[in-house]
């Protein structure tokens, strides 16, 4: 079966080949999310029922009291969040779309921003007229890259991941493994990390695919060039590392973005 693809340039006119997700592969992940949340809305409930039994009234309790109130909240605040959330601190993935291997991104094939993400799960509440997703559905299946009202809007697009080169061990992530270091070394906060993007990841893995082969003198000058300009970025001083807890940084830096931006196209 031939697989449509979609062609996308990044602001740093970089090409990038992506396979929009299709209605059902997009279908599959929206039910086991939505069964998640079924999940913690019955787990609510109980909850909730268990705190009226132990009022003094309980066959006829007060609509307005505090437990009921912060109960509706809860459940607005987790059924709109959780997508919201998901999507824009785990890379444009919730639960149900890591698990089909599908996830949300900008048509410029960046990360997807806080606003987009805001924007394209407000009107969900459009897309699931007049039940059960419908107008969403009927989108999703005749256009042309799968969208819904929401990505129109948004300018988001859901796109299916791209597998990871799989390659021997290049030199440099020989180097990484020699010095001992893992991705976990290198603590980043979420909205530090939203800061760096495909421009930032061609800088890291250009000086790491070049580091072995400079002499002395250029590896440091190029170090702390790469440090003045990704590091301040994730809220990390440069001044007081040594150069080799700033190779170190790179490095593991490397291993993070790697993750995010490096793909078999």
Do not use: C
Request: proline letters at 3%; aromatic letters at 10%.
């Amino acid at each position: 079966m031939n697989q449509e693809y979609i062609d996308i340039k990044t602001p740093e006119f970089v090409a990038l080949q992506f396979r929009p997700a299709g209605l059902g592969s997009r279908a599959a992940a929206l039910i086991i999310d939505q069964l998640i949340l079924w999940i913690i809305n019955i787990l609510l409930f109980v909850l909730l029922f268990f705190v009226i039994l132990g009022q003094e009234s309980i066959f006829i309790p007060d609509i307005t009291s505090i437990p009921i109130t912060i109960t509706l909240i809860l459940l607005f605040i987790i059924n709109w969040g959780y997508f919201f959330a998901f999507e824009y601190f785990a890379g444009g993935r919730t639960i149900g779309k890591k698990a089909m291997g599908i996830r949300v991104i900008q048509e410029n094939g960046q990360s997807i921003t806080l606003l987009s993400s805001f924007i394209r799960n407000f009107l969900r509440i459009i897309d699931s007229l007049p039940t059960g997703y419908l107008l969403g559905i009927i989108m999703v299946f005749f256009h042309s890259k799968h969208k819904r009202i929401g990505d129109l809007v948004a300018g988001t697009i859901v796109v299916h991941e791209r597998k990871k080169k799989s390659h021997k061990k290049t030199p440099i992530e020989k180097e990484i493994e020699r010095r001992g270091l893992l991705k976990s070394d290198l603590v980043i906060d979420q909205w530090e990390l939203k800061k760096l993007g495909v421009k930032e990841w061609n800088l890291v893995k250009t000086y790491s695919d070049r580091f072995l082969h400079l002499p002395p003198s250029q590896k440091e000058l190029r170090t702390r060039q790469m440090a003045n300009i990704l590091l301040p970025k994730i809220g990390l001083e440069v001044e007081k590392k040594s150069l080799t807890e700033i190779e170190n940084t790179l490095f593991v830096l490397y291993l993070v973005l790697r993750d995010e931006w490096e793909y078999e196209v």
